[in-house]
C-alpha cells in the first residue's frame, strides 16, 4: 500500500525499506525490525504489526543488501549505510527520542540486532532478539534493555549454543536482559512477540 508519510499504513520508504506508520497521533515509538536471512523486508513487519493495534508504534523494516546482513558473512559494511539512511528518512519525519526506539531481529536479524544494539546502546532504549545466533559488537555504549526469545526445538540455531550462550555472556556482563524460551522451533510465536512489545513498554 503507497501512502504519504505522515498517514496511517504500511509502504515503502525506497526500494531498501517498508515503513508501517500507526494511526494514533504522535509522539512514536520506533521499532527498526530486521528480517532472517533469505527473508524479504517485509517478514519482519509480521511479527509485530498484528500486536501493535491502534497505537503509538512505528515499524521500520529494511532489507539487506545480501541474501543476510553483511556482519554475518564477513563485517559490517553496506547494511549500516542502509539503515542509518532508513532511520534518519524516519527521524526527518516523526517526532522520536533516543529512548523510545528499539532495534529488533530475528534469526540472524536478531544477531545483527544485538551487535550494532549493544555499540550503539546509548542512543537507543531496548533490543528484542527473537532467536539469536551470536553477537559480536565492536564496541559498548550505554546499556540498553535486551529482551531474548528462543524455542527449545530450534534445529536452525540450536539453543544451547546460540540463545543461552548469548544471554550467559550478555549476564556476564551485567546486561539488564530478560530471557523467554518457548517450546518450538526456530520462529516468533505470536504469544512471545506481544510479550516483547509489553516488556518494552513497562521498563
Known sequence: MEAKPQQPGTYRTDRQAFLRVPPAPPPYRLALVLHGAGGPAEQALEWLRPQTGADDLLLLA???????????????????????????GVFRRFPVGAADVAIAGFSDGASYALSPGLTNGDLL?????????????????????????????????????????????????????????????HDVPADVAAEALRWWSTP
Open 125 to 185: 532504549g531496548a533490543v528484542p532478539a527473537f532467536s539469536p545466533g551470536f553477537m559480536a559488537p565492536m564496541l559498548r555504549h550505554g546499556r540498553p534493555r535486551i529482551f531474548v526469545s528462543h524455542g527449545t526445538e530450534d534445529r536452525v540455531l540450536p539453543i544451547d549454543r546460540c540463545g543461552r550462550e548469548v544471554v550467559r555472556t550478555l549476564r556476564d556482563d551485567d546486561c539488564p536482559v530478560t530471557y523467554r524460551e518457548f517450546a518450538g522451533g
Open 62 to 88: 529494511p532489507r539487506s543488501s545480501g541474501s543476510t546482513w553483511d556482519l554475518i558473512v564477513g563485517g559490517y559494511g553496506p547494511d549500516v549505510v542502509r539503515i542509518d539512511t532508513a532511520l534518519a
